[in-house]
């Protein structure tokens, strides 16, 4: 399916603690146009998560009931939970001019670049295994027994990185950031991006 709407679509993945989650807030505080699509999750909020702001949380039968009604642009087991995107979200928003974001792992991003073919694929690497490790350990979120499971997932994860559009290898924040800034803003410049965003400068012009 091609967008014809005014707004992007940025799908960023990554393995737990490469950073992404980090990187996506400071781009929407930098950038307002920059929006999230709330994914449904079977999995109980964490800290300070609120239903409708990080996630929508749904109980098996609900998600099940989504899955049936086809209401997911992508759904997926991570984790031993299930996360899904409705497409809905998506169309809604891009349809009022914002970029869209979504931040998901690996099997989501690829099953929407098959949907929305002219969306935007990032993924996100950690400098090196050991401080992909210490940055799960200062988390202080899981035990020593699910940080080595984690860090089995993304060595799996990380198996998948040639299929994404760009690649940010986030060492230096502030660079990693910058990085992300300049890939949605170069996507805002493109031709097909121009056109749709800026349709009645195109017509004034006569230019199809």
Known sequence: MQMDYPGNLFVVAAPSGAGKSSLVKALMELDAQVQPS???TTR??????????????????????????QAFVEWANVHNHRYGTSKKAIEERMGQGADVILEIDYQGALQIKKIFTNAVTLFILPPSWEELRSRLERRGEDSAAVIEVRLENAAREM???????????NESFDRALFDIKSIVHAQRLRYLSQRRARADTFKALHIA
Do not use: K, N
């Open 38 to 40: 709330v994914s449904h």
């Open 44 to 69: 109980a909020p964490r800290g300070q998560e609120r239903h409708g702001r990080e996630y929508f949380f749904v109980s098996g039968a609900e998600f099940d009931a989504m899955v049936q009604a």
């Open 159 to 169: 198996a998948h990185v040639d299929q994404f559009d760009f690649v940010i290898i």
